[in-house]
């Protein structure tokens, strides 16, 4: 019986390759045109967002005007401060806002510590404050011939201004300057602090701290009448404060003229020599 032998057709190992090749050609091409249409429908979008005036960012220019710009937990910083720093802003989208820069205008206000800046689509800003708390006046002067120079200092070290309005009933810290980096005088406000934690329920009041020498701490106060400025050494301050009032009795009649009392050794209290003012002093 004669073999049939069966031709292979032309659409062979050539043609399924060329199928296949022409399905990927296609769906590259459809996955080119779907990222073509996204690209423009972004791009689309965004000048919608930039340039629609239902996006622009307005404040209130007077009194009783729209204001999109809302400040929140500022209570000693100036909000003024913080509402100039957005005037560059007023008509610009929200969307080209540069959120990170006018952040860090407004922490270069005084009294802000830590602040957010958030968009309120579609046309508001929300400022978020957390304000600097004080630990005690500050008396900067550094000569008796200068003026007087009272400031708020906070538990970082950082210098404020006293606000207009204020019922502070805070300590009074000698021994801090201008000049002196901010950690050291964090590290001033940290000794007065654990002072005043030492001498708790003593019994006695406080009216002034020098930190300029944080090896020897004075502290000035009141008792019967009399002023006297205690020399408190580096440590045992509530000790020290306890002696003091035990012998207080004692200390009246012996030392009556005393001003400056040394209270650095254990088991003695005797009469110093009166103290330069911290501010004559330039302690690091």
């Known amino acids: 019986m004669p073999r049939t032998v069966q031709a292979e057709s032309s659409t062979g190992w050539f043609g ?3 199928a296949s090749s022409s399905g990927f050609i296609i769906a590259l091409g459809v996955l080119a045109m779907l990222a073509m249409v996204a690209l423009v429908a972004f791009y689309a979008s965004e000048r919608y967002v930039s340039e629609s005036p239902r996006f622009r960012f ?6 009783g005007d729209e204001d999109n710009l809302r400040i929140m937990g500022s209570n000693r910083a100036a909000a003024a401060e913080i509402r100039r720093v957005f005037h560059q802003d007023q008509g610009r989208s929200l969307y080209t ?3 990170a820069e006018r ?8 009294w ?3 602040a957010a800046v958030i968009r309120r689509w579609p ?3 929300d400022v978020v404050v957390d304000e600097r708390q004080p630990a005690a006046f500050v ?3 550094r000569r008796r011939s200068d003026p007087p120079k009272i400031m708020l200092v906070d538990d970082a070290g950082e210098l404020l201004p006293i606000p207009e309005k204020n019922t502070y009933k805070l300590p009074v810290l000698l021994g801090l300057r201008e000049d002196q980096p901010v950690s050291a005088r964090a590290d001033r406000v940290r000794l007065m602090r654990y002072f005043l934690r030492d001498i708790d329920g003593a019994g006695v009041q406080v ?9 020897n701490v004075k502290c000035r106060l009141s008792l019967s009448g009399r002023t006297l400025m205690l020399l408190m050494g580096a440590d045992g301050f509530g000790a020290n404060i306890r002696r003091f009032r035990d012998h207080w009795s004692e200390i009246q009649q012996r030392m009556p003229q005393a001003q400056v009392l040394d209270m650095r050794v254990p088991e003695h209290i005797t009469a110093a020599a009166e103290e330069e003012p911290a501010g004559e002093r330039k302690a690091d």
């Open 97 to 99: 806002l540069p959120v």
């Open 112 to 114: 802000v510590r830590e």
């Open 16 to 18: 399924r390759g060329w």
């Open 123 to 125: 046309d508001g800003i």
């Open 103 to 110: 952040r860090a205008q407004i922490l270069a206000v005084k």
């Open 58 to 63: 307005r404040m209130a220019q007077m009194a």
């Open 139 to 141: 008396h900067l002067t």
């Open 207 to 215: 009216a002034e701290l020098d930190v300029a020498d944080t090896r």
